[in-house]
Nanobody, 125 residues
């Protein structure tokens, strides 16, 4: 059974940094593509970042480019999201997602078959 467990969320001030982690178990992690999405109150879930199975291919939403960095450690079965220069508009529940169906990566929720339960990130002004 595939499990994705996020951690690292919290309450920070604007300009601070946070690092989210997502521990993946149940399948061979190095064969997956992984991504982060977020959902702000009253809004739909939106793409944040994705990383291909080898870690060389990354993709970011324009709203987080140059502030957030996605990475993965295949030895630890973990994907990370380093978030710097946080803004109040980054406040959301952040979800980790993974897929093993053979795509390179995706900005679409439908590109991911497995999801974590999310971790809350709140940025105060």
């Amino acid at each position: 059974q595939v499990q994705l467990i996020e951690s690292g969320g919290g309450l920070v001030e604007a300009g601070d940094s946070l690092r989210l982690s997502c521990a993946v178990s149940g399948r061979t992690f190095e064969n997956s593509v992984t991504g982060w999405f977020r959902q702000a109150p009253g809004k739909g879930r939106k793409f944040v970042a994705a990383v291909g199975w080898g870690g060389a291919i990354t993709d970011y939403a324009d709203s987080v480019k140059d502030r957030f960095t996605i990475s993965r450690d295949n030895a630890k079965n973990t994907v990370y999201l380093q978030m710097d220069s946080l803004k109040p508009e980054d406040t959301a529940v952040y979800f980790c997602a993974a897929d093993w169906r053979g795509s390179l990566w995706s900005r679409d929720e439908r590109g991911y078959e497995h999801w974590g339960r999310g971790t809350q990130v709140t940025v105060s002004s």
